[in-house]
C-alpha cells in the first residue's frame, strides 16, 4: 500500500494506491501553529461550537466565558484573531474591544453580536475591530470572515522568539505504537556526586534571591528535587507541570519548564537538568525553594557546581532508550517550529533558528562524543527583546532577574553584553532542548533534528518518547 500526501486548501489530502490498484482519498484539516484563535462569549454553547468549528479547519482555537477571564489569559497567551462578543457581562465587549486595541494594536478583533443593528457594527469597526458577525453565525461567513483577518495580519506578526514569555499550544498525538523507542542495557555505570554543593543566585521569574543545594543519592534512585518543606518532585517528564493534560493539543509553557506533585513545584530546571545530562549524573538530590536559582542566564555555574561536587561511580548500570523510528512533534516547514527524533549511533543536536536582527539564521549540530558541553554550549545565554522582557515584568511574570540575565535585544542590536559565541542564540537553544529530553529519565541514543523550537516542543518530543517507551514490549517504566 502506497500513501501519498498534499496540502490543497487548508486541508491534507491522503492519496491511499493499494496493492489491487484501487484508490481511496482520504482529507483531514491540516493543522497550523499560528497563535491561537480566541473567542470571548458568554454564551459556552457558542464558544465551544466556534471553537469546536475552527479545530475542525486546522486552527487553533480556545473559549473563554467572560472578559475579564481572557484578560488574565493574556499575559500568557497572545491570539492571532479575536471573535468578540458584544454582550458580555461585568466588562462588555466594546470596552475589551478598546482595551485589546490600545495593547495590540496589530490585532484582527471579529465582533459578534445577536442583538445589535448596523449602528454597532459601525460603531465597533470605528473603535478598531476588523470586522462584524451577526448572530447565528453562518459557517460558511465565519470561516471566510476568519481566513480574511488572517490574511491581512502585519507581516512577523505573531512570530516570537523560542525564549519568550508566553504559553504555546503543540499538538502532539499521545498514542504511540509499539517499537518507536526501546530500553536497553548500557555499559555505562551510574553516576552519583562526592559530596554537597551549594549555589545562590536569583529566580529568574521570581527575582527573589534563592538557592540550590546539590546531594549524593544511592542507586536508582533518580533525579530528586526537594522543597525546603520536605515535598519531593521527581525530575522526570510526567512531573512536567502539564503532564495531566490528555488532549492531543496541550498547552506548555514556552520559556521555561516547570515540574510539580500538585502541592508544590520547581521552575526553570531545564539548565540545571542540561548539566546533569551531560555530565552523566543519575542519582542526585536537588534542594530548592521553587525556583532554581539562575547567575548569568546559561549552565556555565552547574558545571563548575558539578566538577566542584566531584563525580563517584555506583556499582550499577544504566539504561538507554534507543530511538528505532522517527518521532515528530510540529509541522516540517522550514518556516515553523518541529523537531524530531531519529535512529543515529550516539547522541546529537541539529539545531536551526531564523529570527529577525541582530540573531537571522544560525545552525549548529552538537555531538557531544566530538564537542565539549562545558565549553561548547553551557556558557550559551537565555535571550529575549526588551519589549517582552517589559511588558512581561509589567505584568508581574518575571522579576529582574530577566534584566540580568538575558541577552537582549531592541532595534535589530544586543543592547546590554558582548555575545560569548557569534553564534550563541543556537547554542542557548540546544541547551534547554538538551535539559528538557533528559526529562525522560534515560540518557538517549538518537539524532534530534530540531527547528527554532522552545520548551513546549522539547517537552512534547519528550513526551511522546516517553510514550514510546511505555507502547513497547518490555520497555514499560515507573511512571
Given amino acids: 500500500m502506497l500513501l501519498l500526501q498534499s496540502r490543497l486548501d487548508n486541508k491534507l489530502h491522503i492519496r491511499i494506491i493499494r496493492s489491487d490498484g484501487s484508490e481511496n482519498v482520504k ?105 462584524f458577525l451577526e448572530k447565528p453565525l453562518h459557517l460558511e461567513v465565519l470561516l471566510d470572515k476568519v481566513e480574511s483577518a488572517l490574511k491581512h495580519l502585519p507581516s512577523g506578526s505573531g512570530a516570537v522568539l523560542a525564549s519568550d514569555t508566553r504559553l504555546e499550544i503543540v499538538n502532539a498525538g499521545l498514542s504511540m505504537p509499539a517499537g518507536m523507542v526501546d530500553v536497553v542495557d548500557s555499559p555505562q555505570r551510574q553516576r552519583t556526586l562526592k559530596g554537597n554543593v551549594v549555589l545562590n543566585g536569583t529566580g529568574l521569574l521570581s527575582g527573589r534571591n534563592t538557592g540550590v543545594i546539590l546531594s549524593p543519592l544511592g542507586i536508582n534512585e533518580g533525579i530528586l528535587f526537594q522543597t525546603l518543606d520536605g515535598q519531593t518532585i ?65 549552565a556555565k555555574d552547574f558545571c563548575d557546581l558539578i566538577d566542584e561536587a566531584g563525580i563517584e561511580e555506583q556499582p550499577a548500570f544504566t539504561k538507554t532508550a534507543v530511538v528505532r523510528r522517527k518521532i515528530a512533534v510540529g509541522n516540517e516547514e522550514k518556516s515553523e517550529k518541529h523537531l524530531y527524533a531519529e535512529p543515529f549511533d550516539g547522541f546529537e543536536i541539529a539545531m536551526r533558528v531564523d529570527y529577525p536582527p541582530p540573531i537571522g539564521e544560525q545552525m549548529l549540530t552538537f555531538n557531544p562524543e566530538r564537542g565539549s558541553f562545558a ?96 507502547s513497547s514490549a518490555g520497555g514499560k517504566r515507573d511512571g
Fill in 27 to 131: 482529507v483531514t484539516p491540516c493543522e497550523t501553529n499560528m497563535n491561537p484563535i480566541c473567542i470571548v462569549d458568554d454564551e459556552a454553547s457558542i464558544a465551544s461550537t466556534v471553537a469546536s468549528i475552527l479545530k475542525d479547519e486546522g486552527y487553533q482555537a480556545i473559549g473563554f466565558p467572560d472578559a475579564e477571564t481572557f484578560w488574565q489569559r493574556l499575559d500568557t497567551l497572545e491570539p492571532s484573531l479575536v471573535l468578540l462578543d458584544i454582550w458580555l457581562p461585568g466588562v462588555d465587549g466594546m470596552q475589551l474591544l478598546k482595551r485589546l486595541h490600545g495593547r495590540f494594536p496589530a490585532l484582527p478583533i471579529i465582533m459578534m453580536s445577536g442583538h445589535a443593528g448596523i449602528e454597532a457594527a459601525v460603531a465597533a469597526i470605528k473603535a478598531g475591530a476588523y470586522d
Fill in 234 to 298: 521527581r525530575g522526570h517528564i510526567t512531573s512536567l507541570e502539564d503532564f495531566s493534560q490528555t488532549d492531543s493539543s496541550k498547552t506548555f509553557s514556552a520559556n521555561s519548564t516547570t515540574l510539580d506533585n500538585g502541592r508544590r513545584r520547581v521552575r526553570t530546571v531545564e539548565h540545571l537538568m542540561a548539566s546533569l545530562c551531560m555530565y552523566g549524573i543519575t542519582n542526585v538530590l536537588i534542594k530548592v525553594d521553587e525556583e532554581i536559582p539562575n547567575v548569568d542566564g546559561s
Fill in 375 to 470: 565549553r561548547d554550549i553551557a556558557p550559551a545565554r537565555s535571550f529575549n527583546t526588551f519589549e517582552n522582557i517589559e511588558m512581561a515584568q509589567k505584568l508581574g511574570k518575571v522579576g529582574s532577574g530577566y534584566l540580568n540575565s538575558h541577552i537582549i535585544m531592541h532595534d535589530g542590536k544586543v543592547i546590554n553584553t558582548q555575545l560569548r559565541y557569534p553564534d550563541e542564540f543556537v547554542r542557548h537553544k540546544i541547551l534547554d532542548l538538551i535539559g528538557d529530553l533528559y526529562l525522560l529519565g534515560l540518557p538517549l541514543k538518537g539524532r534530534i533534528i530540531a527547528n527554532m523550537t522552545s520548551h513546549g516542543y522539547n517537552q512534547a518530543l519528550t513526551e511522546r518518547l516517553y510514550r514510546a517507551i511505555e
